[in-house]
């Protein structure tokens, strides 16, 4: 097969290629495989989602506690 690829990207992909010693062929089979299990994982997350419980309603508050909680693991991180 073959396709077009813009130069940029076409200069691009052969350095992400030789950075990692493979073919350009090899580098862009790598990116197809993670793009698919990167889906399947999704579609396994959202599954899982669905089937975890009741649902919840979100309205801001449960959001801003969400948020809060977050900023603060962000920060423990940032000062470790």
């Known amino acids: ?3 077009t690829i813009h130069p940029p ?7 992400q290629a030789k950075a990692e010693g493979i073919t350009v062929e090899a ?3 790598r990116l197809v495989n993670a ?4 889906a399947g994982e999704i579609e396994k997350l959202s599954i899982e989602g ?3 419980g009741d649902p ?3 309205d801001g508050d449960p959001w801003q506690q ?3 909680r977050l900023d603060n693991r962000i920060n423990d991180d940032r000062a470790q």
């Open 1 to 3: 097969m073959s396709i």
């Open 9 to 15: 990207l076409e200069t691009e992909l052969r350095a």
């Open 27 to 29: 580098y862009l089979e």
């Open 35 to 38: 793009d698919r299990e990167a």
């Open 50 to 52: 669905l089937n975890s």
């Open 56 to 58: 919840i309603e979100m």
């Open 66 to 68: 969400k948020h809060a």
